[in-house]
């Protein structure tokens, strides 16, 4: 079959539409930088005119570290002096400046966002980082803030405010960008096979799928296909009635297939919700205040899926010493449910036992209505989730703190023992009169 001269352009204009695409996506595409920039919305900010100031680690992901963008502002006024900006280098428990700039502090107030340039660091990927920011306050002016998420957005970094860790991580972004492919080679295919990480390997997927790709461009152009004496026989045969047309075809399956989904869409809004409404404790994890002794917050406190028996659970792993707590405003019939128990993987590990406890903190004290004492190396009893259910009737319509407290039982001795909180909520009626929970950031 001979293809028309629209045909043979048609293909050309699509695949190298496609093939264009690609090449912009596999080596120009930026991938792999260090950044919390999504998180610029949060209203949260920390002062950095303490005598520590702020300090931010992080692992790079990109070469050429060459600066960083910071959200800084001040609350009102001009403030005066020098914002300091440290990049650090970490090498275990080693650190060495790298670099510091100096910022005036009443140029830094004036924009959005702050440039702070460096010298490039050609070889930065995979390397550990610490920013150190500092506002050098002079006499009569605001302090410089910086943002700060409460998200674990940096599951390896550490925030430290005025030489207090924070949860959460400072709001910046690096430069350094890192095209999609080798982010691919370094990250994404890290964990499979070490020869499908190899040039040849990658290069013959490639090949393969673009010469499926092109196939399948040449169909749609009609490159290659039916000739046009067998187009003509099938529009014959379609007239009278023998076969249906491939395009009215896909067309009536894509209708059917959008009328079930619309169904079962209408199927699921109709669906009655039950009773209660719930307000989960985990999505409120970045309005709680969380203490621990255990290593950085990140890998003491974190949200996990963990399996007991055939469900798997939605969890905060809480290592001992660590407490979370949340500020809640408690509406009427409000119970608080939760699972309590050690996680699964280390129950026949060496270990001492934890305490783990529910404090409910009021205007007249503390209530403690939970207290669990879990060792399931001596205790096969204790080899499971434990249910917990907390009535919050006592203290409707008041503003109480929730805590989920964790301590090593024995002798403090906290290896092995990994306790886990498993749906935390709380649920309360639907009636418009009962009023709404809600957390109140500390």
Same mark, same amino acid.
């Given at each position: 079959?001979?293809?028309?001269?629209?045909?043979?352009?048609?293909?050309?204009?699509?695949?190298?539409?496609?093939?264009?695409?690609?090449?912009?996506?596999?080596?120009?595409?930026?991938?792999?930088?260090?950044?919390?920039?999504?998180?610029?919305?949060?209203?949260?900010?920390?002062?950095?005119?303490?005598?520590?100031?702020?300090?931010?680690?992080?692992?790079?992901?990109?070469?050429?570290?060459?600066?960083?963008?910071?959200?800084?502002?001040?609350?009102?006024?001009?403030?005066?002096?020098?914002?300091?900006?440290?990049?650090?280098?970490?090498?275990?428990?080693?650190?060495?400046?790298?670099?510091?700039?100096?910022?005036?502090?009443?140029?830094?107030?004036?924009?959005?966002?702050?440039?702070?340039?460096?010298?490039?660091?050609?070889?930065?990927?995979?390397?550990?980082?610490?920013?150190?920011?500092?506002?050098?306050?002079?006499?009569?002016?605001?302090?410089?803030?910086?943002?700060?998420?409460?998200?674990?957005?940096?599951?390896?970094?550490?925030?430290?405010?005025?030489?207090?860790?924070?949860?959460?991580?400072?709001?910046?972004?690096?430069?350094?960008?890192?095209?999609?492919?080798?982010?691919?080679?370094?990250?994404?295919?890290?964990?499979?096979?070490?020869?499908?990480?190899?040039?040849?390997?990658?290069?013959?997927?490639?090949?393969?799928?673009?010469?499926?790709?092109?196939?399948?461009?040449?169909?749609?152009?009609?490159?290659?296909?039916?000739?046009?004496?067998?187009?003509?026989?099938?529009?014959?045969?379609?007239?009278?009635?023998?076969?249906?047309?491939?395009?009215?075809?896909?067309?009536?399956?894509?209708?059917?297939?959008?009328?079930?989904?619309?169904?079962?869409?209408?199927?699921?809004?109709?669906?009655?919700?039950?009773?209660?409404?719930?307000?989960?404790?985990?999505?409120?994890?970045?309005?709680?205040?969380?203490?621990?002794?255990?290593?950085?917050?990140?890998?003491?406190?974190?949200?996990?899926?963990?399996?007991?028996?055939?469900?798997?659970?939605?969890?905060?792993?809480?290592? !001992?010493?660590?407490?979370? +707590?949340?500020?809640?405003?408690? =509406?009427? @019939?409000?119970? *608080?449910? %939760?699972? /309590?128990?050690? &996680?699964?993987?280390?129950?026949?590990?060496?270990?001492?036992?934890?305490?783990?406890?529910?404090?409910?903190?009021?205007?007249?004290?503390?209530?403690?209505?939970?207290?669990?004492?879990?060792? !399931?190396?001596?205790?096969? +009893?204790?080899?499971?989730?434990? =249910?917990? @259910?907390?009535? *919050?009737? %006592?203290? /409707?319509?008041? &503003?109480?703190?929730?805590?989920?407290?964790?301590?090593?039982?024995?002798?403090?001795?906290?290896?092995?023992?990994?306790?886990?909180?498993?749906?935390?909520?709380?649920?309360?009626?639907?009636? !418009?009169?009962?009023?709404? +929970?809600?957390?109140?950031?500390?």
């Amino acid at each position: 079959m001979h293809s028309s001269s629209r045909a043979r352009a048609a293909f050309v204009l699509l695949y190298g539409a496609l093939l264009a695409w690609q090449v912009d996506r596999w080596c120009f595409t930026p991938h792999g930088i260090v950044s919390t920039w999504a998180h610029r919305a949060s209203s949260l900010a920390v002062s950095a005119a303490s005598p520590s100031g702020v300090t931010q680690s992080f692992t790079m992901g990109a070469d050429g570290l060459d600066g960083i963008w910071l959200r800084a502002s001040a609350a009102a006024g001009v403030p005066r002096g020098d914002l300091l900006v440290d990049l650090v280098a970490v090498a275990g428990a080693g650190r060495a400046r790298v670099e510091r700039v100096a910022l005036p502090a009443s140029d830094v107030a004036r924009t959005a966002s702050v440039w702070v340039p460096w010298r490039p660091i050609t070889a930065s990927r995979g390397r550990h980082f610490e920013v150190h920011v500092r506002h050098l306050h002079a006499e009569g002016g605001p302090d410089v803030r910086l943002a700060v998420t409460r998200e674990d957005a940096l599951a390896s970094g550490r925030l430290t405010a005025d030489g207090t860790e924070q949860w959460g991580d400072l709001v910046f972004e690096t430069s350094s960008r890192r095209a999609t492919l080798p982010y691919w080679l370094h990250e994404v295919l890290r964990p499979w096979p070490a020869w499908m990480r190899t040039g040849p390997a990658v290069a013959f997927v490639l090949l393969v799928f673009n010469l499926v790709l092109a196939w399948a461009c040449a169909m749609a152009t009609g490159i290659i296909g039916p000739s046009a004496a067998g187009d003509q026989e099938g529009r014959r045969a379609t007239a009278a009635g023998h076969t249906m047309p491939a395009p009215v075809a896909v067309g009536r399956v894509a209708v059917l297939i959008v009328s079930c989904l619309v169904v079962v869409g209408i199927t699921v809004a109709a669906r009655p919700t039950g009773r209660y409404r719930a307000l989960d404790l985990i999505d409120a994890l970045p309005d709680a205040r969380v203490q621990t002794t255990w290593g950085p917050m990140h890998a003491a406190v974190s949200p996990e899926s963990v399996l007991f028996g055939t469900r798997v659970h939605r969890a905060i792993v809480a290592m !001992p010493p660590s407490t979370i +707590a949340w500020t809640v405003d408690v =509406p009427r @019939e409000a119970v *608080l449910r %939760a699972g /309590a128990a050690m &996680r699964p993987d280390v129950w026949e590990r060496v270990g001492d036992g934890i305490e783990m406890r529910v404090h409910v903190d009021h205007a007249g004290g503390r209530t403690t209505p939970v207290a669990l004492t879990l060792y !399931p190396l001596g205790e096969p +009893a204790h080899r499971r989730l434990f =249910p917990l @259910e907390v009535p *919050l009737h %006592a203290w /409707a319509g008041q &503003r109480v703190t929730i805590v989920f407290e964790t301590t090593p039982e024995r002798w403090g001795n906290a290896v092995n023992d990994v306790p886990v909180w498993t749906d935390p909520r709380i649920e309360w009626s639907r009636h !418009p009169a009962a009023g709404t +929970a809600r957390t109140v950031r500390p």
